[in-house]
């Protein structure tokens, strides 16, 4: 039985068809994308296949191309597809009035994501008010480390699950505030949970200010995030504890709908 098995897997493999898994596999591990060469390296691929494979998920609308830097991320499509196996469409539709309701009171560009393997994805925003505004595509993904939807989420799931998610990852350094030390990240992680929300003070983007707070299911395990985000000058560090308690009220009502029951914050 054991040589059987061997030898279905030799005849029925398709080297291409697991060359551009491998890559999709890779791709959503890298939020901010990788160039062909960069692919070509970490893969060990033939650059020709590399780059009949890429071209026929790009051509197929299931990765993207930057034509300005060159990098490689995958779609909304794909995305689409994530969000379909795992009900997420209902989120947004729990969601899309009360980040309305947020828009509305705070005036700022209102954004909900969630955690899709070791990186958090956006899968909808209201965009501010303002003129001046910050504009995300849906689907486009995120660091945990850095982003205030990642912190959102780590802060409260279970340790364990958390460790899982940042092993083997650098905590890449974006700005002078990015924390990069696995250890402070915790420590903040601990604070996040405590207060009911989290903060990115300029440690994504430099001069983009964020504060959101966790959503929860009807288990209470954290299904997603809500936050704001805005230029520092519209949204200072003096501004965050207010904001945050804020948003934390509207997080709730999501997770209300979802089921999830608790005390008024």
């Known amino acids: 039985m054991k040589k059987e098995k061997v030898e279905l897997k030799s005849t029925y493999n398709v080297p291409n068809l697991e060359r551009g898994l491998s890559i999709i596999e890779l791709l959503a591990t890298q939020p901010k994308g990788l160039t062909l060469a960069e692919i070509i390296e970490k893969l060990s691929i033939a650059k020709s296949s590399a780059f009949r494979i890429v071209s026929t998920l790009i051509f197929k609308n299931y990765l993207q191309k930057n034509e300005t830097t060159k990098k ?39 954004m909900l994501g969630v955690l899709l393997g070791s990186t958090g994805t ?26 205030v939807g990642g912190k959102c989420i780590l802060a409260n799931i279970p340790s364990e699950e958390a460790d899982e998610a940042l092993r083997g990852k650098t905590l890449t350094k974006y700005t002078e505030n990015t924390i990069t030390s696995k250890k402070e990240f915790k420590v903040m992680l601990k604070e996040v949970k405590s207060k009911g929300y989290a903060i990115d003070n300029s440690e994504d983007i430099q001069g983009i200010n964020c504060v959101g707070a966790p959503i929860f299911n009807e288990h209470g395990y954290p299904v997603a995030a809500l936050w704001i985000t805005a230029p520092y000058g519209r949204l200072p560090a003096s501004q965050f504890e207010t904001k945050g308690k804020i948003i934390q009220k509207y997080a709730m009502k999501i997770s209300a709908k979802l089921g999830y029951l608790t005390q008024s914050v």
């Open 72 to 110: 490689i991320t995958l779609s909304r499509k794909m995305l689409t597809l994530g969000i379909s196996s795992m009900n997420e469409q209902s989120l947004v539709e729990h969601s899309i009035d009360v980040m309305r309701a947020v828009r509305d009171e705070l005036k700022e560009s209102v």
């Open 122 to 147: 956006i899968l909808e925003q209201v965009p501010s008010s303002y003129p001046v505004k910050l504009f995300v595509e849906p689907g486009t993904q995120f660091d945990l480390h850095s982003s």
